[in-house]
């Protein structure tokens, strides 16, 4: 089993910035490709951000230009930069590695934008 641990989650005022991050184990965290996801309450979960091995990211349109994918291999921590929050943002955020056509998830941090 992959262990994959999020952070930065809390509570944000509409137009502010949270920095999420993921660390996973090292054997593995540059090798592959990750992943954030999110799930609002009452909504099925969503592709936020990926970045691939080699660094290349793509990101759901509704999230872009505010949010910044990225990870450091020498921490083997993944980021997600959350600028512009919104309240249709709120939602438990969730972090993911591919490895061999299986996805490992995590246990998911609290984003929680108020108006």
């Known amino acids: 089993q992959v262990q994959l641990v999020e952070s930065g989650g809390g509570l944000v005022q509409a137009g502010g910035s949270l920095r999420l991050s993921c660390a996973a184990p090292g054997r593995i965290f540059s090798a592959n490709a990750m992943g954030w996801y999110r799930q609002a309450p009452g909504k099925q979960r969503e592709l936020v951000a990926r970045i691939s091995s080699g660094g290349s990211t793509t990101y759901a349109d509704s999230v872009k230009g505010r949010f910044t994918i990225s990870k450091d291999n020498a921490k083997n921590t993944m980021y997600l930069q959350m600028n512009s929050l919104k309240p249709e943002d709120t939602g438990n955020y969730y972090c993911?590695?591919?490895?061999?056509?299986?996805?490992?998830w995590g246990r998911g941090t609290q984003v929680t934008v108020s108006s």
């Open positions: 993911t590695i591919d490895i061999l056509m299986t996805t490992y």
